[in-house]
């Protein structure tokens, strides 16, 4: 797959929908192939909680894989003026917090249902961070409820701060979405 296939892609996409862009760069991350859009309409692009951006994203996808005859979807991940960053910085800083609540209790605990890229940020981000290496990631649930579940790698280690038991059964495992922002994830 060549980054000009998905630049000029992407950039007959645009046009055709009248959205309006200054510039596209394609760069990659690991097996993620990252394309940022820089616009003055980077609103139209994104779409009401990233809408049009997935849609597009989806399309590109759809019309590389065609051109390119891949037997599956590249992992293309679009991008405008940052948003799709920030969102992504978003989850891990809600993963970190979570990860300190899982350090002082002992306790096991949800992050609010997202789709798969972003659980997968948060695995990755768990996985590679030096400070959470005592802290683990596991998904559950089914399709738009599935969720990461933070805990202890060893679950046997005894709880640094002792809670009342009512206090525990309502923290553990329950996702607090407005407390963390993530209500409105978009991949």
């Known amino acids: ?6 630049s000029e892609t992407l950039t007959a996409l645009l046009q055709e929908l009248n959205l309006p862009f200054a510039s596209i ?3 990659k ?9 820089e616009s003055s309409s980077a609103s139209r692009i994104i779409g009401w909680h990233g809408e049009t951006l997935n849609s597009i994203q989806h399309i590109l996808k759809a019309i590389v894989r065609s051109k390119e005859n891949l037997e599956r979807s590249p ?5 405008v003026d940052g948003y799709r960053r920030a969102q992504e910085i978003k989850v891990q800083n809600s993963a970190q917090k979570k990860a300190d609540f899982v350090r002082r209790t002992g306790n096991r ?3 609010p249902p997202m789709s798969p890229y972003f659980r997968r940020i948060v695995h990755l981000f768990v996985a590679s961070a030096k400070d959470m290496q005592d802290i683990t990631t596991e998904s559950s649930g089914e399709g738009d409820y599935r969720q990461i579940i933070l805990r202890l790698k060893d679950e046997s ?4 701060e002792e809670k009342p038991a009512a206090a ?9 979405i407005e407390e963390d922002g993530l209500g409105n994830l978009d991949i």
């Open 1 to 6: 797959m060549t980054d000009s296939i998905i």
């Open 25 to 27: 760069k394609v760069s």
């Open 29 to 37: 991350e690991d097996d993620i192939t990252r394309v940022d859009i």
């Open 75 to 79: 992992f293309i991940v679009l991008d």
């Open 109 to 111: 605990v949800a992050l």
């Open 157 to 160: 280690a005894p709880k640094k």
């Open 168 to 176: 525990e059964q309502s923290e553990e495992l329950s996702p607090v």
